[in-house]
């Protein structure tokens, strides 16, 4: 039964600011009043109106010091301690606990679901707070359907949107937007704005979970509008997530900015929700442009207590303390453990026991990266949270992960493969001078001198190509073409004297040969900063390109190639090493170029075998396209092609085939019959 208090007809009816005009200005208020507005004013995230509002209850002190016939005034009471409770839980209190538990008491003896369901939420927050998950859940069953027998559609909305917020803690994502979706329903249909735009913003964090940042950025836009039309403080969490999807995407300076604003509207209300996670972001985002800052954000991350715990301030501390130059090499010359490590532990201990799946694999990336141990020892942490963000789905974070190992072993096709998936993704190169895993690591390296061979001709001296005038002589990038050709293996002197000097005496080429090795040198070390052969070895027989501190595109392409053909299938690393064969080589030497085509044909045609007929079709097409005459390969691709029911596309490759082996004088085989997928004769 509602109060006869006509403020507590317009709070229950959800018209917040009508209710409190029919409120007297001072003195004491009905229990049933006071938690009806005050739980209003606490999810529009006025919290300091909500506590005076709760401390003008009169009977605000223990519910249960007189034990009221009337179920209705338990239930009022339970409601007002459960709103007691949820307001010190949002800022961090300590009381929590005890305010839950006489909430439940009352509710208990109220016999009253609406008021069980309150009380229940109560004790989940409170379990929440200490940690312990199993209690949470079963806290909200109990408080679930409780709202469901009193179809108390508000309560229902938030418990919904809060189990949602412990789903997708865990890592749950999909099942946290399954949660939430039912959330937004019954938000909608009841016209519930406050619970509704936290449940978007619950559902916006899940997708951000799973690394989707267009979807994370369109449900956060809305649930701050929604908050924004309410004039709530609670805007504060909407750009809180804004912040995140730009720091995700690698946008410092818009992430900055966010998580500026996001603190400015919770310190005034004491939101430590959103404070610890907002000082936390920023420490992370401000470290690509003031390092100062980044230090002094994640102090008062650590400083903020929050019911949420300290996994995410410990872990930008963490990172911010690894990425900060010469702070974690100057403690292990101490003998010390670095902070960085110290930090992660921290936060792997405290994510383990609140089940948070992300939190967990973060801080095992962060210790793999901190301390020092064994490149297996770390090798094997970054591999467990790799599984961790397999099996959540964040396919951002496994990007990442990847990048991480591969730089750790040296493997650069699987570092390129990450890197483009980040691009995919929607991840810009500014995410590499955000505290974090990448910025640890640093940007792929440039190499002192790069040369390219495969597809165009160019030489890079950090990064920069040679310019045409440096060359001095034609002959110069010849021989330089020449070695590259060979991928860092040595060339005989009068083999390389034979091909720049075809219709010279061997004496004058062999010295002219001696003459233009001095010239290579000079091109791509101007400055002498290395010595003679560091790049251009030499001897009395032969010389080559030193591929240890030469980047050679042949060289790298060849290795892989053979490292990826000779291990199990692993579509991934296959296709990062296909993407490495540019175009072919664009030097004079036909056995080389045809060798290293070879090489790339098989690279697709391993592809093909192991896709879907779908995904196949294109990569025999690019078979096709490198050998007009691979019959092997035009079989393969008529095949997926008629295996996946595409018989007009078939036949045409049926033709283009047929004819190709016409022009060869090699008899086609016979045309595949529909829908079989076998050659039949027609």
Known sequence: MVSEHPASASAQAGRLDEALRLLPPEGPLPAGVAWRIGVLLHARGRFDAAALIYARASDAGDALTERAEDGTELADRAQLLAGR?????????????????????????????????????????????????????????LALSAAERASDVRQQVRIRTNI???????GRYRAAIAELDEAIRLGDEAALPEFLALARHNRAESWLGLGELRRAREDADAALSGWQRMGSPQAAFGLLTIARVHRQRGLASQSVAAYREAIALAEPTGNAQVL??????????????????????????????TAGGAVVPELAAGWVALCSAGTDAADRAAGQRPPAALHAARAKAEAGRRRDAAGLAEALELGALADERSLTGRLSDLAEAAAIWAEVGNGLATATNAIVRARLTGDQPTEAVGRRRLQALGVRDGVWQIAGPLAALGPPPVAEVAIQALGEFAVLLAGAPVPTAAWQSRKARDLVKLLAARAGGPIGRQ???AALWPDAEA????????????????VIDPDHRRPAGFFLTADEASARLDTRNVALDTAAFTAAARSALAAPHDEERLEAVAALYTGELCVGDESARVALADLHREVLRRLAAGARPETAAGWYRRIVATDRYDEAAHLGLIGVLTAAGRHGEARRAYDDYATAMHEIDVEPAPRFGPGTGRLNKT
């Open 85 to 141: 409770a949820s307001l010190s839980w949002a800022q961090g209190g300590a009381d929590v606990g005890a305010l839950a538990e006489q909430a439940v008491l009352a509710a208990e003896a109220s016999a009253d679901d609406a008021a069980r369901a309150a009380a229940y939420v109560a004790r989940a927050l409170a379990a929440y707070q200490a940690g312990d998950r199993a209690a949470n859940e079963h806290a909200y069953v």
């Open 164 to 170: 949602g917020s412990r789903l997708l803690e865990e």
């Open 276 to 305: 610890a996670e907002a000082w936390a972001g920023l420490a992370r985002a401000a470290f690509a442009d003031d390092p100062a800052e980044a230090a002094r954000a994640a102090r008062n991350a650590l400083e903020t207590d």
């Open 495 to 497: 083999t390389l004297a």
């Open 507 to 522: 004496g004058i080429a062999g010295r002219r040969l001696a003459v233009l090795i001095s010239t290579v040198r000079g």
